[in-house]
T-cell receptor
Framework: AQRVTQPEKLLSVFKGAPVELKCNYS??????LFWYVQYSRQRLQLLLR??SRESIKGFTADLNKGETSFHLKKPFAQEEDSAMYYC????????????FGKGTRLHILP | DGGITQSPKYLFRKEGQNVTLSCEQN?????MYWYRQDPGQGLRLIYY???????QKGDIAEGYSVSREKKESFPLTVTSAQKNPTAFYLC?????????????FGPGTRLTVT
């Protein structure tokens, strides 16, 4: 079954500390992986995706095919990182739909 | 102001009434989607449309209906058959059909049914 698991509903991290939001997936094949973010009173938006290999707002995510994980990391948390983060995956066919995890709320403590 | 709009922001209805949520986009995107967002449940796909005059059921389509008569518009009707309609509804679009394309989300409509 295709599935995205985010084991933490809530993650509290002190400002300046490293952040790691966990994401594990189950998929028969090689999917594309995403992280979407929803800041308070803002729309859900794409943060980054695996194929781009970019660092956005200091965040990176590495695809580990052996562990089927796509954890989101940032070395030094900032208060503006507080938000809801969703990991997601999709196959590459036109009929494939994106599958979202249940989300992790990141709370940066001052 | 380009993008995807949803109206109204808040909607209140009595149980037993059908209600239609609006979603409009001026991004010239082919594909449009409706999601339901509940606390602790993430985003669940209700319906999606890959092209005008075509739409498919998502994972939780029961009690909902849609139409796609224009490329720009993808309204969602929450019918009285939906057993638990109170939720936050998100509309999204992508340039083409397929989950690999970035989805652009609207601001959402919070529906409360009493």
């Amino acid at each position: 079954a295709q599935r995205v698991t985010q084991p933490e509903k809530l993650l509290s991290v002190f400002k300046g500390a490293p952040v790691e939001l966990k994401c594990n997936y189950s998929y028969s094949g090689s999917p594309e992986l995403f992280w979407y973010v929803q800041y308070s009173r803002q729309r859900l938006q794409l943060l980054l995706r695996h194929i781009s290999r970019e660092s956005i707002k200091g965040f990176t995510a590495d695809l580990n095919k052996g562990e089927t994980s796509f954890h989101l990391k940032k070395p030094f948390a900032q208060e503006e990182d507080s938000a809801m983060y969703y990991c997601a995956l999709s196959g590459w066919d036109r009929d494939d739909k994106i599958i979202f995890g249940k989300g992790t709320r990141l709370h940066i403590l001052p | 102001d380009g993008g995807i709009t949803q109206s109204p922001k808040y909607l209140f209805r009595k149980e037993g009434q059908n209600v239609t949520l609006s979603c409009e986009q001026n991004l010239n995107h082919d594909a449009m989607y409706w999601y339901r967002q509940d606390p602790g449940q993430g985003l669940r796909l209700i319906y999606y449309s890959q092209i005008v005059n075509d739409f498919q059921k998502g994972d939780i389509a029961e009690g909902y209906s849609v139409s796609r008569e224009k490329k720009e518009s993808f309204p969602l009707t929450v019918t009285s058959a939906q057993k638990n309609p109170t939720a936050f509804y998100l509309c999204a679009s992508s340039i083409m059909a397929g989950g690999v394309y970035e989805q652009y989300f609207g601001p959402g409509t919070r529906l409360t049914v009493t």
